[in-house]
């Protein structure tokens, strides 16, 4: 049986809001069957926020949540990191609106779940199966998802920018593929954006820390991960999106030129479009152990302070 999953142990974290710029304590505590990922903000009472479509919040720059005037923000690149590692069921407490930015990729939150375990329950895990292909586009910008085998990610980008001109990447995400190809990739911004950003009282807990700068001339980080780390990122961003269905997809997810918005609304739409999927159970070959996949781009002292 392919059963559902909760962490073995809690594990708790501190880092900073990207926009708030506040410091942030993050725990994941281990949960039962059929629970799901939860948020509750413990600076709030015992309020739980699910990470569904159906608690969408405004999406600006990252993917929000809420809840009974209970809101959390910044969720898309730790939900990647559960749902690629086949935690479905964890309840997330943070003492702040935002999850911590981290180092702007999902690593992090891979090294974190690994130390802290995995635990098989006792239940199926269900997965939401494509049959029939669901597209959605908003101008130039596309998403769709096609029936297949496996759960794959295809995403070009394109901007009008000397150093990111076009990127475009195919990859079957399993946990070995996103622990060693995706969840190492930072997210980005340009220069340019980033007064006007800090203008409007955003990022302010941003830097060359926590995100890849694109000036005129060149990144401002020191070195890239990989050479394609922006697309790469962009499908980090469309994994931990496409987790608020609820259930891991299994299908091929295409998107050009898309976003938090798109990547979002489309989520939703998938639920609607009851006749294009069904719930299966234990459709491949169980996934790798857990802990067995070393993770790149992250120290641990990180995570300490
Ligand atoms: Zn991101």
């Given amino acids: 049986m392919d059963a559902q999953r909760t962490l073995r142990r809690q594990v708790s974290c501190v880092g900073i809001g990207l926009h708030s710029g506040n410091k942030v304590n993050l725990t994941l ?4 069957a059929d629970f799901g990922v939860r948020f509750r903000r413990t600076d709030l009472g015992d309020h739980d926020v699910p990470a569904t479509v159906h608690h969408l919040a405004g999406i600006q720059l990252a993917t929000g949540l809420s809840r009974n005037d209970v809101s959390v923000e910044t969720v898309e690149h730790l939900l990647a990191a559960l749902v690629s590692t086949g935690i479905d069921n964890v309840l997330i407490e943070l003492n702040s609106p935002e999850v911590p930015i981290m180092d702007g990729s999902a690593a992090p939150f891979i090294y974190l779940i690994h130390e802290a375990g995995v635990k098989r329950l006792t239940t199926p895990r269900k997965y939401l199966k494509i049959v029939r292909p669901i597209a959605m586009s908003r101008g130039d910008k596309r998403i769709a998802l096609y029936p297949s085998d496996h759960f794959k990610v295809t995403y070009s980008i394109s901007y009008d920018h000397p150093l990111l001109r076009h990127q475009s990447r195919t990859l079957r995400i399993t946990e070995e593929s996103f622990v060693e190809d995706i969840a190492p990739a930072r997210t980005f911004t340009f220069l340019k954006d980033v007064e006007m950003l800090r203008q409007n009282g955003l990022a302010l807990g941003g830097s060359l820390e926590n995100a ?13 991960r990989f050479e394609d780390e922006f697309v790469r990122h962009k499908i980090l961003d469309a994994v931990g999106d496409l987790a608020l269905v609820g259930y891991p997809v299994i299908g091929h997810l295409v998107a050009h030129r898309a976003g938090h918005a798109l990547h979002t609304e489309f989520a939703a739409k998938i639920l609607e479009e009851t006749h294009a999927w069904r719930l299966v159970e234990a459709p491949f070959e169980p996934l790798v152990p857990i802990g067995a996949i070393p993770v790149k781009g992250v120290a641990p002292a990180r995570l300490a302070n």
């Fill in 212 to 224: 890849i700068v694109l000036g005129e001339t060149g990144v401002l980080n020191n070195a890239l």
């Fill in 29 to 32: 505590r281990p949960a039962p």
